[in-house]
């Protein structure tokens, strides 16, 4: 019996020992090793049939921080980003590369990748850029991708991803650029995208959306970008977008007359661009705008009696232009 109890003892000990030792080695601590092994994993998925293949230089026995495409944080202990853009590259991206734990950058743009977009892209919980626009990927948006809370730029632009977009991805509380043009896009445009406030630029341009384009979208302030052609969808744009910034920007040109059909704009600010010409008539057609900025740019002629018809407006700048006559009376100097 003795005998007995202590082979039980020791068989009890030798599971104990073996079950710690796999989850020691289950968790054991990501590190530029493991960046390296994740790497060589993403190479093996890849074929480049190009002169001067930077893969190449991933030599297992050179530190991934002089890797041609990877770049390193400053101390050289974990790999921060990746770019290989433009180098006509064929195959899938490996799913290890969510082991890639400190990974901020991620620019596969411009190649030849098929496959669909791993799971594992949820684990970069570091990650700022995604932008694997211009490729060949299929497949859906993974909805796990919300819990990389700080990226800023997600760009998928030219593929042939399907399905709907994930209502996680209004979880984003940091994201500028949503690109998802040019793919393959169903279901109706929800309105949770305008949870995302700090959107800049929106392109859902060329898919297949449908439904109505909800009124929320004009609740994005810092909105300076939005492409929703080529949809299925339904309603009047003019009806929703209640403020336009798209001032500090390289645009020249002039104002087009059309200006006059966005109806529900609140807020217009043009300012420090490079526009020209006349200010339009249609401006006036404007009922609801309170806020107008068209300063610093090259306007030129009079200004419209119009803009006597704005009645709910309260902040007008038009300063440094070449404009001459004088404001209608009926704005009155406390709007100026």
Known sequence: MEFLGSFIIIIKFLIVLVLGSYHMLEASPLS????????????????????????????????????????????????????????????????HI?????????ELQNNQLNGELPDQLGDLVRLRTLNVSFNSIGGVIPSNISQCKDLRILDLMQNQISGRIPIEISYFTQLQVLNLARNQLSGDLSSFLSNISSLVDLNL??????????????????LKFLDLTINNLTGNLSRVLTKLYMGGNDIYGTIPSSIGELRALDLLNLSYCSLSGEIPSEIGLLNELRVLGLANNKFSGELP????????????????????????????????
């Open 98 to 106: 969510g082991n890639l734990s400190f990974l901020r950058s991620l």
């Open 305 to 336: 009696n119009s803009l006597g018809n704005l009645q709910l407006l309260t902040r007008i700048d038009l300063s440094k232009n070449k404009l001459v006559g004088s404001m209608p009376n009926t704005l009155g100097t406390s709007k100026i």
């Open 205 to 222: 341009g060329t898919n297949e959306l449908g439904g109505p384009i909800p009124s929320d979208l004009g609740h994005l302030m810092n």
């Open 32 to 95: 530029i090793t493991t960046d390296k092994e994740a790497l060589i994993s993403f190479k093996s998925q890849i074929f480049i049939e190009h002169p001067n293949n930077p893969l190449s230089t991933w030599d297992q026995n050179l530190s991934p921080c002089n890797w041609s495409g990877v770049s390193c944080n400053e101390l050289g202990q974990r790999v921060v980003g990746i770019d290989l853009s433009g180098l006509r590259m064929t195959g899938s991206i490996s799913p």
